[in-house]
């Protein structure tokens, strides 16, 4: 059965699925409805988002105010390390970053509850990752967190020149956005 494992961050969680390994390789099941809501993953996801990235890419850090959506994340190829950042107001954890090392190889999961910020960075040469949404994008609903504002402390890997969008250059500090433009810490797992 699969593993799953709780984080510093309230909600947000790591699943290590159960690998069926033989001669011909492997298989997992990557989402299976009734298992996971034996974890608490409880919500219904209506949109899969795939993006495929090139080494020392970073993507984020990214959260929809309105319509947020929780995420189930995998990697299907190469290598990443994953970030999440807690910036619902009233959490316990409000500012604290975690970092999670998933690869092609490990077939880690992890569960980031609505109202919390992701990104990640490539490690190896290409990575494909998949995100399942419980809410659909909505470009006007989008916001950010500069990816390196110091006061997170996020253990990014030493990248010279990261490759980012003209739109993730441009995020501010978590300090410098008004509290009425962060999510609020909802305890209701």
Sequence with gaps: ???????????????????????????????????????????????????SSVKNTVRG??????????KLVFVTRGHVLDVIVDIRVGSPAFG???????????????YIPQGLAHGFCVLSEH??????????????????VCWNDPDLQIAWPAIANPLLSPKDALYPRLKDIDKAQLPIFLNNR
């Design 61 to 70: 850090l990214h959260y929809q105010l309105e319509h947020a959506q929780g």
């Design 96 to 110: 604290k970053a975690i970092t999670i090392d998933l690869s092609e190889d490990n077939h880690r999961q992890v």
């Design 1 to 51: 059965m699969m593993k799953v494992l709780e984080t510093e961050l309230p909600g947000v969680l790591i699943i290590e699925p159960h690998i069926f390994n033989d001669a011909r390789g492997y298989f997992y099941e990557t989402f299976q409805a009734e298992r996971y809501a034996q974890h608490g993953i409880k919500e219904n996801f209506v949109q899969d988002n795939f993006s």
């Design 127 to 144: 990575a494909n990752f998949l995100y399942k949404c419980t809410d659909y994008y909505y470009p006007a609903a989008e916001f950010g």
